[in-house]
């Protein structure tokens, strides 16, 4: 097959539809779920050399995989947890991931703080088996360190009663970057990614095996039937609907848990190092991380009945991280402080023991593979996103007997991936796209579409040509984090990213103001009043 992508460099999705619908291929995967765990899958398929397809019903990594906490870690929770071999996997892909994406992995410093010597005591040797468990793929060694330098390095943190602190490392990535350089690197790969593709029935053979699926353009609303060799439920906290699909009545196998995030203006954590919370009041770890020139809090763990591709913040969440952190810095931030608040849903294996906190439910990954052989994937992190890919073809292979190709996604570069990243450079989540990003700029580097968060009018174009970009909302929250990092800035520039979307994609004025309206619509509920 021949991916009209790699000859035109850019890409125009009703060109790159009609390719697949043309292609009249039988696929050997097809990944239902564009976020971290789908686009893993997908990836790994593609790089083995298998003809893959995968589809997203919104946009790619608009569901869990764009609201995390933003570490790449091992989990410092899990080790007190005692989850040895989660840590240990999830540090490996830590270093990984670094390797492959050092444009979006950065090597971020954490420190606990600590009041009491117990606490010294713990951490100190905590964070050393921490470090020893990662192995030659650490980052970094943990080292107490003194009140003084804790307080020189968070000037806000609390000094009554202050130790000291203890200084370790993890990763820090942007999320939904990552999810846009994967599916460019499927693309590159030879492999198939497309988004507003909502699969809405699957096909059974006379055997009763999963062998397609029926697919709806969000779009359009036309309807396409796809064939293949094996399908992949990678749907997060919707698993159990394309289960029921599968099996009317089948029974519940995800638990999912809401975290919430506030993020403020850096004025009130002034600092480059992350701040790590072990124990909050209600048994949670908490985190302060820096990321692009704001600060991040997080994150709670609220038990949910229904999933949603839009969760709200609960008032008690928001109210819980802000007195939470406000016990740790100098100045207490407000609700009128807040710049976006985001929640995100985590797709859970659920436990055997119904009784079990969502806290404590293992964040290991699980596949289950049904009488139809169709195989669906539960739980995991973004961290050991790659892990679950290969596990998933591993599986599928050894299910289907199809003989093992070699996973080729350990060492292999993703789309946009350069050595040396400045971090200090507004575009240096682009990678090595920067450079041709800065060309398209035409000498105009100044002219920014917004000038708070450095989003420049180029971006919107390239987002579009190069990222299948398709709503204002998708270059707004996921190519761009303008949502994320400032709501009330992101609706600002809404209407303007709305002309420039129009100019591109020869969409009329109606357009232009139905995705305004929609736009303004969601950002409400990033904003806190
Ligand atoms: C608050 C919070 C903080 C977290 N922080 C971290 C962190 O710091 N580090 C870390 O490693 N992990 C973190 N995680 C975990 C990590 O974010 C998730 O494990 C991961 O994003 C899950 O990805 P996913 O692809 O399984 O699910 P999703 O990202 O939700 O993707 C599933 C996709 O399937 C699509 N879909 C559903 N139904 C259909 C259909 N019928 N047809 C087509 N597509 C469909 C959805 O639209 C969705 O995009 C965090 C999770 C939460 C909730």
Redesign the pocket.
């Given at each position: 097959m021949t991916n009209s992508l790699l000859n035109k460099g850019t890409i125009d999705r009703e060109i790159y539809l009609q390719e697949i619908v043309d292609a009249t291929i039988d696929w050997d995967l097809i990944v239902?779920?564009?976020?971290?765990?789908?686009l893993g899958i997908a990836l790994d398929a593609t790089a083995r050399g298998y003809k893959t397809l995968l589809?997203?019903?919104?946009d790619f990594?608009?569901?869990?995989?764009s609201?995390?906490?933003?570490?790449?870690?091992g989990g410092v929770r899990y080790l007190a947890q005692g989850d040895v071999k989660l840590v240990r996997e999830a540090s490996i892909e830590r270093g990984l991931l670094h390797r492959n994406a050092p444009h979006l992995v950065k090597d971020q410093n954490f420190i606990v703080p600590v009041y009491t010597l117990w606490d010294r005591l713990k951490y100190t040797i905590g964070l050393k088996v921490y470090d020893w468990i990662a192995g030659r793929l650490s980052l970094g060694s943990s080292v107490f360190i003194s009140k003084k330098e804790t307080i020189k390095k968070i000037p806000g943190i609390k000094s009554s009663g202050l130790k000291g602190g203890v200084l370790y490392h993890d990763g820090q990535f942007d999320?939904s970057r990552l999810a846009i350089n994967l599916v460019q690197s499927i693309w590159e790969n030879g492999g198939y990614a497309i988004n507003y593709?909502?699969?809405t029935n699957l096909m059974k053979d006379e055997k009763g095996n999963a062998c397609g699926i029926t697919v709806m353009d969000m779009e359009t609303k036309k309807l396409y039937d796809f064939k293949s060799k094996s399908i992949v439920n990678?749907?997060?906290?919707?698993v159990d609907?394309?289960l029921q699909m599968d099996k009317p009545g089948s029974n519940k196998t995800i638990c999912v848990s809401q975290?919430v995030?506030l993020v403020l203006d850096k004025k009130f954590y002034p600092s480059s190092e992350a701040l790590m919370i072990p124990e909050t009041s209600d048994g949670r770890v908490l985190f302060a991380v820096p990321w692009h020139d704001k600060v991040v809090l997080?994150?709670t763990d609220t038990p949910v009945e229904e999933a949603s591709?839009e969760p709200l913040a609960l008032e008690k969440e928001i109210n819980f991280i802000l007195e939470t952190a406000g016990n740790y810095l100098s100045t207490k931030p407000q609700r009128s402080d807040v710049l976006s608040v985001f929640a995100?849903?985590?797709?859970l294996a659920a436990p055997q023991n119904g009784d079990q906190k969502t806290k404590e439910i293992s964040r290991s990954h699980k596949i289950i593979v049904s009488t139809s052989k169709l195989f669906t994937i539960l739980g995991?992190?973004?961290?050991t996103y790659r892990k679950m890919g290969e596990d998933m073809v591993n599986r599928i292979e050894k299910e289907l007997k199809w003989g093992h190709k070699k996973p080729a996604t350990a060492t292999l570069h993703i789309h946009g991936f350069a050595a040396d990243t400045n971090w200090n450079d507004p575009l240096y989540f682009y990678g090595s796209d920067a450079t041709l990003i800065r060309q398209h700029m035409n000498g105009s580097s100044n002219d920014w579409l917004s000038e708070e968060l450095k989003i420049h009018r180029t971006q919107i174009r390239w987002a579009i040509e190069h990222e299948m970009a398709r709503t204002v909302e998708d270059v707004l929250s996921r190519r761009t984090r303008a949502l994320l990092l400032n709501a009330k800035e992101s609706r600002r520039i809404a209407p303007e990213c709305a002309a420039i979307m129009a100019n591109v994609l020869g969409k009329d004025q109606q357009w232009e103001k139905d995705q305004v309206e929609t736009f303004n619509k969601l950002a409400e509920q990033y904003i806190l009043n």
């Open positions: 239902i779920g564009g976020g971290a765990t789908g589809v997203e019903q919104a990594a608009k569901g869990t995989s609201r995390s906490t933003k570490l790449v870690h999320d593709m909502q699969v990678a749907t997060g906290v919707f609907a394309i975290g995030h997080g994150t591709l995100g849903l985590r797709p995991g992190k973004w961290t």
